[in-house]
T-cell receptor
Framework: EAQVTQNPRYLITVTGKKLTVTCSQN?????MSWYRQDPGLGLRQIYY???????DKGDVPEGYKVSRKEKRNFPLILESPSPNQTSLYFC???????????FGQGTRLTVV | QKEVEQDPGPLSVPEGAIVSLNCTYS??????FMWYRQYSRKGPELLMY????GNKEDGRFTAQVDKSSKYISLFIRDSQPSDSATYLC?????????????FGDGTTLTVKP
C-alpha cells in the first residue's frame, strides 16, 4: 500500500530538548516536504526536497533542519524546540513537479 | 498579503445542496492547482488536480481554474454528510523552486442530513 509514514504521532517535549520526527515513503517519490498546520494560519511549508541531498527552505524554515540522505526518508529535526513550534506537522511526498501529493497522518507536537 | 486567499467559511449546507469553494491567488507563475480534503485529525488527501486553465470533473466534484482572473473553484454537487471536512486549495509553479507548494487556509464545510 502506497503510504507516507510519520513517527511519532504525538509528542510532548520540553523547551530546548532536541527532537527528530521521522518521515518515510514507499513510492519512490523524488519530492518530499514538511508542513506545519496552525489554526488561522493554514498549512505552511517548512522545507522541501527535490531529491537526495537536495533541500530548500519553504515559507517558515526558522528553527528547523532537514536531511535527505536516502530517497525514502526525510526527517525533520528541531535542534532546540521552543513553545512557538507547538503545532501539527505533516510530511508529504510526490513523484514530480505539481504532481499528486500524499500526506502522512500528522505529528502533533507540544513544546512546554 | 498572502499569495493564496481562500474563502474562510465555515460553510453549512443541507444535504443535496451544490457547494462552491473558492480561492484567489496573486502569483501568475502558478500552473498546478490542487484541492485537498482534510477530515478531522487526518492528513490532507488529494481530491482534484488541474494543470493550467480549464475545468475538470470527477464524479460529484468539478474543479475550475481561471488563470486570467487568478481564481479557482471547487464545486460539489449533491453534497453528502460524508463531504463534511476542511477543503484546502493548493498551488505550485514550474520554476526552479518546483518543490514549493502554497496552500490556502482552508474552508470548513458541514453538510447537514
Amino acid at each position: 500500500e502506497a503510504q507516507v509514514t510519520q513517527n511519532p504521532r504525538y509528542l510532548i517535549t520540553v523547551t530546548g530538548k532536541k527532537l527528530t520526527v521521522t518521515c518515510s515513503q514507499n513510492m519512490n517519490h523524488e519530492y518530499m516536504s514538511w508542513y506545519r498546520q496552525d489554526p488561522g494560519l493554514g498549512l505552511r511549508q517548512i522545507y522541501y526536497s527535490m531529491n537526495v541531498e537536495v533541500t530548500d527552505k519553504g515559507d517558515v524554515p526558522e528553527g528547523y533542519k532537514v536531511s535527505r540522505k536516502e530517497k525514502r526518508n526525510f526527517p525533520l529535526i528541531l535542534e532546540s524546540p521552543s513553545p512557538n513550534q507547538t503545532s501539527l506537522y505533516f510530511c508529504a511526498s510526490r513523484l514530480e513537479t505539481g504532481g499528486k501529493a500524499f500526506f502522512g497522518q500528522g505529528t502533533r507536537l507540544t513544546v512546554v | 498579503q498572502k499569495e493564496v486567499e481562500q474563502d474562510p467559511g465555515p460553510l453549512s449546507v443541507p444535504e443535496g445542496a451544490i457547494v462552491s469553494l473558492n480561492c484567489t491567488y496573486s502569483n501568475s507563475a502558478f500552473q498546478y492547482f490542487m484541492w485537498y480534503r482534510q477530515y478531522s485529525r487526518k492528513g490532507p488527501e488529494l481530491l482534484m488536480y488541474t494543470y493550467s486553465s480549464g475545468n475538470k470533473e470527477d464524479g460529484r466534484f468539478t474543479a475550475q481554474v481561471d488563470k486570467s482572473s487568478k481564481y479557482i473553484s471547487l464545486f460539489i454537487r449533491d453534497s453528502q454528510p460524508s463531504d463534511s471536512a476542511t477543503y484546502l486549495c493548493a498551488m505550485s509553479a514550474y520554476t526552479s523552486n518546483a518543490g514549493k507548494s502554497t496552500f490556502g487556509d482552508g474552508t470548513t464545510l458541514t453538510v447537514k442530513p
